[in-house]
Nanobody, 123 residues
Framework: QVQLVESGGGVVQAGGSLRLSCAAS????????MGWFRQAPGKEREFVAA????????YYTNSVKGRFTISRDNGENTVYLQMNSLKPEDTAVYYC????????????????WGKGTLVTVSS
């Protein structure tokens, strides 16, 4: 069983920054691909950024490239999402996900989810 706990959400003005954290239990990083997803009000959950299962490759959805950076601390079993130049359309609940897949991360492939952290970007 894998447990994921997100933190770091909040309210920020457009153009501002936030850093999200996802603390994972167990030997997660060696067995799972780790990623971030988000779900805006009235919309489906979507992929944001992820590491491959090996940790050697990162993936980003086009809308966040150049603004968001995913990173990890293997010793702390923690994955981060640094979000810069935030826009109102980034407002969503952000979820951490773990997947036992060698494919690029996608919602349908996630085996475990955290409970999410709310990010609100005001204009």
């Amino acid at each position: 069983q894998v447990q994921l706990v997100e933190s770091g959400g909040g309210v920020v003005q457009a153009g501002g920054s936030l850093r999200l954290s996802c603390a994972a239990s167990g030997r997660t990083f060696s067995s799972y691909a780790m990623g971030w997803f988000r779900q805006a009000p009235g919309k489906e959950r979507e992929f944001v950024a992820a590491f491959s299962r090996s940790g050697a490759t990162t993936y980003y959805t086009n809308s966040v490239k150049g603004r968001f950076t995913i990173s990890r601390d293997n010793g702390e079993n923690t994955v981060y999402l640094q979000m810069n130049s935030l826009k109102p359309e980034d407002t969503a609940v952000y979820y951490c996900g773990a997947a036992q897949t060698y494919q690029p991360m996608a919602v349908r492939l996630v085996d475990y989810w955290g409970k999410g952290t709310l990010v609100t970007v005001s204009s």
